[in-house]
Every structure is written in structure tokens, then in C-alpha cells.
Nanobody
């Protein structure tokens, strides 16, 4: 199993940007993804990327504002978040899996980080 550690969360004003990073140790996973969980709500899919980085998948709510990328040489995945909104406030989790096609459900991922908190003030 892969060990994942997220970083980069914090407090930002609406309209601002944050960059989240996830460092993985262990075998490189074919699929890397980000999920988020707002207070009192279920964990939801944000974005995912396949091995080559050529295919990325975004939730409708973040399309055009967030982008996911990966560096296989460093075994890291990054979530660039622009034009942040108060509704983006959540704990963001990095996830990894060995399947070939990214899933959008939590059950599609076998490894999880501990999460990093993002707070967007209005």
C-alpha cells in the first residue's frame, strides 16, 4: 500500500488560489486523485489523473478552476486551485489506486492520506 501525505492547505480569501501537494511513498500508483469533505458532509470526488497525465477528470463544480497534475519522477500529485469560493472549504484528501481508469467514488481508491484543510473566507 502507498503512504500519502498532503500539504498546502490553509486560509485564503474568495477569489484566491492555493496549491495542494501530495507526496507518495512506495510503488507509483497508476491513478492519483483528490477528494474533499466539507463539515457534516460526505467525502466527494474532486479530480483524478492517470499514469501518463494525459487524462484528467474533474468534478463539475471545479471545472475551469482546479487542475490536477503529477510528477512520476517525484511520485507527487498536485491540485492547483484558482478562483476559490467559500463552498470549496473542506478537508482535501489525496487518494491512490492501481486500476487503469480513475474512479469517482471513494471505494475506487485503496490508499488515502490524512487530509489537509482548506478554508475560503468570503
Amino acid at each position: 500500500q502507498v503512504h500519502l501525505v498532503e500539504s498546502g492547505g490553509g486560509l485564503v480569501q474568495a477569489g484566491g488560489s492555493l496549491t495542494l501537494s501530495c507526496a507518495a511513498s512506495g510503488p507509483i500508483s497508476s491513478i492519483m486523485g483528490w477528494f474533499r469533505q466539507a463539515p457534516g458532509k460526505e467525502r466527494k470526488f474532486v479530480a483524478a489523473i492517470n499514469w501518463s497525465g494525459r487524462s484528467t477528470y474533474d468534478a463539475d463544480s471545479v471545472q475551469g478552476r482546479f487542475s490536477i497534475s503529477r510528477d512520476n519522477g517525484k511520485n507527487t500529485v498536485t491540485l492547483q486551485m484558482n478562483n476559490l469560493r467559500p463552498e470549496d472549504t473542506a478537508v482535501y484528501y489525496c487518494a491512490a489506486d492501481r486500476r487503469l481508469v480513475p474512479g469517482r467514488n471513494t471505494g475506487d481508491y485503496e490508499s488515502w492520506g490524512q487530509g489537509t484543510r482548506v478554508t475560503v473566507s468570503s
